[in-house]
């Protein structure tokens, strides 16, 4: 009966050391970069479980596309690769990349495990972290009718703004058909912008009233102003002005008309 006791607190024992032998790894991965057809589910699978297919599913409880699981592993080199639902896709990773190894024929992230560890969160087909992509950007285009322009003469117009840091003479327009409006299209982002239309950089510029409907007033500087939600055309307006310009009036010129009355034949006048 001692000896059966032994025994079982001898297994015990060794289960439980078997069991602290593991550690807890924490795989992350950001599938902004995913670009395969559409999942359901992000798995791991490895070395580890056998390349089980859906056995170890991994879960996204914030809806930011980092996909996470965590796994007692014991110590030692494993290999990996992340797939959706279970191996309806999987990660094409690239031979000789930092963070991978190939046996075989066959390309998989390798780690070694040496103790409880959380791993960065690593794009799909990737060994990087993944940048942010960049937010789209909408095309707008500005136009300025310079028929009423009474300032000294001038090359170029260009447009500045809060988009383009003031810039000068960085976005210049043109008059392609010399009908007087100067346009531009520039590539920008969401967004509210102030701006306004100057000459030659900024050897002249626009003095907008406060309070008009296209201006905003801040810091004591009065500009125009336009929010960007998707690609815009703005109306010509005229410079220094919220409206388009009317059309002037046709010249006139002194005309004289005479008439020779030498044969005229009837009453008196």
């Given at each position: 009966m001692?000896?059966?006791?032994?025994?079982?607190?001898?297994?015990?024992?060794?289960?439980?050391?078997?069991?602290?032998?593991?550690?807890?790894i924490?795989?992350?991965?950001?599938?902004?970069?995913?670009?395969?057809?559409?999942?359901?589910?992000?798995?791991?699978?490895?070395?580890?479980?056998?390349?089980?297919?859906?056995?170890?599913?991994?879960?996204?409880?914030?809806?930011?596309?980092?996909?996470?699981?965590?796994?007692?592993?014991?110590?030692g080199?494993?290999?990996?690769?992340?797939?959706?639902?279970?191996?309806?896709?999987?990660?094409?990773?690239?031979?000789?990349?930092?963070?991978?190894?190939?046996?075989?024929?066959?390309?998989?992230?390798?780690?070694?495990?040496?103790?409880?560890?959380?791993?960065?969160?690593?794009?799909?087909?990737?060994?990087?972290?993944?940048?942010?992509?960049?937010?789209?950007?909408?095309?707008?285009?500005?136009?300025?009718?310079?028929?009423?322009?009474?300032?000294?003469?001038?090359?170029?117009?260009?447009?500045?703004?809060?988009?383009?840091?003031?810039?000068?003479?960085c976005?210049?327009?043109?008059?392609?058909?010399?009908?007087?409006?100067?346009?531009?299209?520039?590539?920008?982002?969401?967004?509210s912008?102030?701006?306004?239309?100057?000459?030659?950089?900024?050897?002249?510029?626009?003095?907008?009233m406060?309070?008009?409907?296209?201006?905003?007033?801040?810091?004591?500087?009065?500009?125009?102003?336009?929010?960007?939600?998707?690609?815009?055309?703005?109306?010509?307006?005229?410079?220094?002005?919220?409206?388009?310009?009317?059309?002037?009036?046709?010249?006139?010129?002194?005309?004289?008309?005479?008439?020779?009355?030498?044969?005229?034949?009837?009453?008196?006048?």
């Open positions: 001692k000896k059966i006791h032994f025994l079982l607190a001898f297994t015990l024992l060794w289960v439980a050391g078997a069991m602290a032998q593991t550690s807890n924490t795989f992350k991965v950001d599938m902004r970069g995913y670009t395969g057809a559409s999942y359901t589910t992000v798995n791991i699978n490895g070395s580890f479980n056998g390349w089980c297919g859906t056995c170890n599913p991994m879960t996204d409880a914030n809806n930011d596309s980092i996909w996470e699981v965590t796994l007692p592993l014991a110590a080199a494993i290999e990996y690769k992340f797939t959706v639902d279970g191996w309806t896709g999987q990660e094409s990773l690239t031979a000789g990349t930092p963070c991978t190894v190939t046996n075989f024929g066959f390309t998989n992230r390798a780690y070694t495990v040496a103790g409880n560890a959380v791993l960065d969160a690593v794009c799909w087909n990737s060994c990087n972290t993944c940048t942010a992509p960049p937010p789209p950007t909408y095309p707008v285009t500005f136009k300025v009718d310079m028929r009423g322009y009474t300032g000294p003469a001038y090359t170029v117009v260009n447009v500045n703004g809060s988009f383009n840091g003031w810039c000068g003479a976005n210049p327009m043109s008059d392609a058909n010399n009908d007087s409006i100067w346009e531009v299209t520039l590539p920008l982002t969401a967004g912008y102030d701006y306004k239309f100057t000459v030659d950089g900024w050897t002249g510029q626009e003095n907008l406060s309070g008009l409907p296209c201006t905003q007033t801040t810091s004591g500087f009065t500009n125009r102003f336009v929010s960007v939600t998707a690609a815009t055309t703005l109306d010509a307006v005229c410079w220094q002005s919220c409206n388009v310009c009317t059309a002037p009036p046709p010249p006139t010129f002194a005309t004289t008309f005479a008439v020779d009355m030498r044969g005229y034949s009837g009453a008196a006048y």
